[in-house]
């Protein structure tokens, strides 16, 4: 019964992690979801420190304190959960509230209470079992692979609240299990406690509901005077908020030339903050001419009824602005079914049917997929602007990857064009120059991939008073388009920024800063023969970003700290929220891990066997290295963060647990231990260098997608899963608490493991660290004897 209970919590423990992302995402910021994982990791080091403290063995006392610490598990999962909504910790206050540094570390002790106790239970359960720890740890991984999966089916007919409620319900079953052998007033207890935990959890939205910071873009329109939310609705990757609100005024970058009122909009917020909005249309194209005066028209006045592709259409505002100008046919991509649900469904009156196949073809895809698959050409195709601009103005987004927004997405998407067909791209305007004015560097380099060698003469750029807008063709505009394009910026009060030809004194005439900033960086982006060394000296990064480095938001550069800071008018706080978080957060994480790990180690004499704590500390780094940067990978062939978190940890963690399995069969002593070593640092080298078969995926049906990740995963997975319990049986015969200090030092190397990667992969790509990980594994080969017998 034992190893139905570690199976159980196993569970548990994986679908806290994972629930964790979901509330990260809304309460904060999608970036903090790498945190979680750190903070699950800190748990499970301490687990192995108090272990090693009380001495915690023998058979007498194992089920009581198995059943205890499910228990507690349960409990503290749900009191963790409340408590961590009364901790004000929010980003955007970095700049002035000190306090927030503190929260950071306060988050990290508060929620990493269930996984420590989490842990404990998988800690003791693989002391117990030294010599049968393959089968333990094949459960443990098994587990863990369900939860990844169940967790997913939970969010749509669960909310948040409601999931992180059902988590504490399966750690109560684990502790139940546990106590099967125990008296019966215990398990009566906790049979009590675990059925009070399911009538809670239809209540748990409305008792204990996610706070969200208020600096985001849904408080900030139900502050709005006589706003009121309207209905919420959850599924496995995002929370969508609809709201009724004059704060709702989506058409971004509207000339200030159009002098009558906007139609009006119910508001749409994903998570809390990315807004978008649905917008009344009663069928009457005439009645959209405020569609004419936005930026996003340009294409339609260089090209006659168009076939037109929208990615990530939202609510459909592209869809009405090809409307209004006599698109022929109209093809919507959106990620998001919700978003199309409540377009098709609840306001499918309101919006005027635009998602009925009457008016437009609608695929449920993320765009990089739907493009890769597609086999048509386009006039025009459009990246829609979602989002608002308040958090795009700081670094919030660093840490976010975006894989529309590099040069393989650009290549693809001009690829995809008529003979006469236009990409266009539009971003907030956010001097100083940086993310607005990387569009056209990503415009540039995709061109010039494409052959083309004046790629300066087949883009246009504009802007508003609160947009930028690129055009690109796949051969050089016309003097024809380019008229037009300077009478469209005219009549509309646009500023050109960039036409074949264009001069100084046509620019920065309407919308004006003291200088043409905005000119002077795209001059010198398009002669190309300077542009690596314009790249180098720019205070910002605005290079292409890449599939290997998909991080489009990062543009802050280490040795320019002083001057960006300047830049931004002495503000921190669009530093700190950014990658510049990274560093604060690590450092917090190791103290927190000499605290609490390595101090007692030392005080007890945990260290020994050196060389035989280390092997378990590079294993732990190794395994962590490859885990989030695989996650951050396959984000490109699986569309968001929460569906490759799920599919890669499934994959990994099946994988890994049938190669624990089968490292059973391998003696420690033998030649078997160091060729496991051996071939799993060479395939993680060889999947450094993998990119280009990882994009092979795209454009498969999701079910293949899905499939290919599996295959693509389960190799190293499974070698993965052999040094743990293989290290474990080799050193079973050491005296004292030398497998709980293991434990620790494996928890605590996958700490540092979880964090670093996301350093890396900012500013070297994800493949040195794959490369970085299999050193770490052929490095353990110095720690094993030619017999396989740890050094010591």
Excluded at 10 to 31: C, D, E, K, N, P
Excluded at 239 to 267: C, F, K, M, N
Excluded at 455 to 463: E, L, N, Q, T
Excluded at 621 to 647: C, H, P, W
Aim: hydrophobic content about 50%; charged content about 15%; proline content about 4%.
């Amino acid at each position: 019964m034992r190893c139905a209970g570690v199976f159980a919590l196993s569970t548990a423990t994986l679908m806290l992690q994972v629930a964790y992302t979901r509330v990260f995402s809304i309460a904060l910021w999608g970036h903090f979801v790498w945190m979680i994982v750190s903070i699950a990791l800190l748990g499970f080091a301490v687990s192995g420190t108090f272990m090693s403290v009380l001495r915690l063995r023998g058979e007498a006392n194992l089920d009581n304190l198995l059943a205890a610490s499910s228990a507690l598990f349960s409990a503290s999962t749900l009191l963790g959960y409340a408590a961590s909504n009364q901790i004000h910790l929010d980003p955007f206050t970095f700049s002035w509230d000190s306090m927030q540094l503190i929260y950071i570390g306060g988050y990290y002790l508060l929620l990493s209470v269930p996984f420590f106790f989490g842990g404990l239970v998988l800690g003791l359960a693989v002391e117990e079992a030294k010599n049968r720890i393959s089968r333990v740890y094949f459960l443990s991984f098994i587990g863990s692979a369900l939860g990844s999966i169940l967790i997913l089916l939970l969010f749509g007919p669960l909310d948040g609240p409601g999931v992180m409620v059902s988590v504490s319900v399966i750690g109560g079953a684990s502790a139940i299990v546990f106590a099967l052998n125990l008296e019966r007033g215990p398990r009566m207890l906790l049979i009590g406690w675990t059925l009070a935990l399911l009538i809670l959890i239809p209540l748990a939205g409305t008792l204990v509901p996610i706070k969200v910071s208020p600096y985001k873009g849904l408080n900030v329109a139900l502050r709005y005077p006589g706003a009121s939310l309207v209905e919420t609705s959850w599924n496995a990757f995002s929370r969508i908020d609809v709201v009724s609100s004059g704060y709702v005024r989506y058409a971004p970058g509207l000339s200030l030339r159009y002098g009558a009122y906007l139609p009006e909009q119910i508001g749409v917020f994903v998570d809390g903050d990315d807004v978008n909005a649905i917008t009344r249309y009663e069928g009457d194209p005439s009645s959209l001419v405020f569609a004419g005066y936005l930026p996003m028209a340009l294409p339609y006045h260089l090209v006659e009824e168009p076939k037109v592709l929208i990615v990530d259409a939202g609510g459909g505002l592209g869809v009405l602005t090809a409307i209004f100008h006599g698109a022929e046919s109209i093809s919507v991509v959106e990620e998001n079914p919700l978003i199309v649900d409540l377009v098709r469904g609840r306001y499918a009156s309101f919006s005027g049917f635009i998602y009925g196949d009457e008016v437009a073809e609608v695929s449920i895809s993320d765009g990089r997929s739907f493009i890769q698959g597609s086999q048509e050409t386009y006039d025009v195709i459009e990246l829609s602007m979602t989002g608002g601009a308040s958090a795009s103005s700081t670094g919030i987004y660093a840490l976010s990857e975006n894989y529309l927004y590099t040069v393989e997405s650009f290549t693809s998407l001009v690829g995809h064009l008529s003979d006469g067909g236009f990409l266009s791209v539009s971003r907030w305007l956010l001097p100083p120059p940086r993310e607005d004015v990387r569009i056209v560097s990503l415009a540039l380099a995709a061109l010039e991939s494409l052959g083309v060698q004046d790629p300066g003469a087949h883009i246009a750029v504009i802007r508003s008073w609160g947009t930028i807008s690129l055009i690109v063709k796949r051969s050089p505009l016309t003097q024809e388009e380019i008229s037009s394009v300077r009478s469209f910026c005219a009549e509309r009060g646009f500023d050109i920024v960039h036409v074949p030809g264009v001069s100084a004194s046509e620019v920065n005439i309407y919308n004006r800063f003291p200088q043409p900033i905005y000119y002077n960086v795209v001059k010198e982006l398009v002669q190309s023969g300077e542009r690596d060394e314009f790249y180098r000296d720019y205070l910002y990064d605005i290079s292409p970003t890449t599939d290997e480095r998909p991080f489009f938001f990062n543009f802050f550069k280490w040795d320019r700290l002083a001057e960006t800071y300047r830049s931004l008018d002495e503000r921190w706080q669009a530093l700190i929220e950014g990658e510049f978080l990274v560093p604060i957060v690590l450092l917090q994480a190791l103290i927190l891990s000499i605290v609490l790990v390595l101090l007692p180690m030392l005080r007890l004499g945990g260290l020994e066997n050196r060389q035989g704590l280390l092997y378990f500390f590079l294993i732990g780094l190794g395994y962590m290295f490859i885990e989030i940067s695989t996650v951050q990978r396959f984000i490109l062939v699986l569309g968001n963060s929460v569906q490759s978190i799920a599919t890669v940890f499934f994959s990994l963690l099946l994988s890994s647990g049938l190669g624990s399995y089968y490292s059973g069969r391998i003696e420690p002593r033998s030649g078997g231990h160091r060729t496991a070593l051996i071939l799993l640092g060479a395939l993680s080298i060889l999947y450094g260098v993998a990119q280009p078969v990882i994009q092979l995926a795209l454009g498969l049906p999701f079910a293949a997608r899905l499939l290919s990740v599996f295959l693509m995963v389960f190799p190293l997975g499974f070698l993965m899963g052999m040094p743990f319990p293989i290290g474990v049986r080799m050193h079973a015969g050491s005296g004292g608490s030398f497998l709980a200090w293991a434990w620790a030092v494996n928890g605590c190397a996958s700490v540092l493991g979880s964090i670093v990667p996301m350093a890396l992969a900012l500013y070297s790509g994800f493949s040195s660290i794959y490369m970085l990980a299999g050193a770490l594994y052929l490095l353990n080969l110095a720690l094993i004897r030619g017999d396989g017998k740890s050094a010591e």
